[in-house]
T-cell receptor
């Protein structure tokens, strides 16, 4: 058990809809990362937050947004969903903001857009 | 530019065989870190090892060993006497700092199947 909690585990929704994925980092970790894993693209970095502030952005679409709250949990909002957004979305946390620190991943949220 | 190449998409072995998963990376940085992560069928990603660019010592942890060679930009992972529970997708990853911005890039992964 990594200590990172992601909810929900599965999500099925229709195109055009909006969903929110939630992540609670490991106790003591200040950084939260969001990754998208799909068969064709592999693991793609979306965005990183450190202690409530956006730290780095990767290949995140404008339809996607995220935030980290004062209690350090994070939410990833996906809107105007398309079929291609179907993927496994991982949250990871680390103790600091450096990519040199190992990431501890949650079990992921599997999003299916129909 | 940075890139992590795991040329082996899938490997299948029989239990007790040794298997090596290859990882080749590209970076212009002199300071960087390399990682291996395991993704078992249950789906979660598990951190296995981190190695910094200044430490070329090989590492052994039980049946797992890692061979880091800067000369060939490789960070290979060997499982000795493989077991069915080793079946998973293994990802190699590279982190580096360029222009004040840090990035972590994953390879496409190697799916290892260990058959009884």
């Amino acid at each position: 058990d990594s200590g990172v909690t992601q909810t929900p585990k599965h999500l099925i929704t229709a195109t055009g809809q909006r969903v929110t994925l939630r992540c609670s980092p490991r106790s003591g970790d200040l950084s939260v990362y969001w990754y998208q894993q799909s068969l064709d693209q592999g693991l793609q970095f979306l965005i990183q937050y450190y202690n409530g502030e956006e730290r780095a952005k990767g290949n995140i679409l404008e339809r996607f947004s995220a935030q980290q709250f004062p209690d350090l949990h994070s939410e990833l909002n996906l809107s105007s969903l398309e079929l291609g957004d179907s993927a496994l979305y991982f949250c990871a946390s680390s103790v600091d903001s450096s990519y040199n620190s190992p990431l501890h991943f949650g079990n992921g949220t599997r999003l299916t857009v129909t | 530019a940075q890139k992590v190449t795991q040329a082996q998409t899938e490997i299948s072995v029989v239990e007790k065989e040794d298997v090596t998963l290859d990882c080749v990376y590209e970076t212009r940085d002199t300071t960087y870190y390399l990682f291996w992560y395991k993704q078992p069928p249950s789906g979660e990603l598990v951190f296995l090892i981190r190695r910094n660019s200044f430490d070329e010592q090989n590492e052994i942890s039980g049946r797992y060993s890692w061979n880091f060679q800067k000369s060939t930009s490789s960070f290979n992972f060997t499982i000795t006497a493989s077991q069915v529970v080793d079946s998973a997708v293994y990802f190699c990853a590279l982190s580096e700092t360029q222009g004040g911005s840090e990035k972590l890039v994953f390879g496409k992964g190697t799916k290892l199947t260990v058959n009884p």
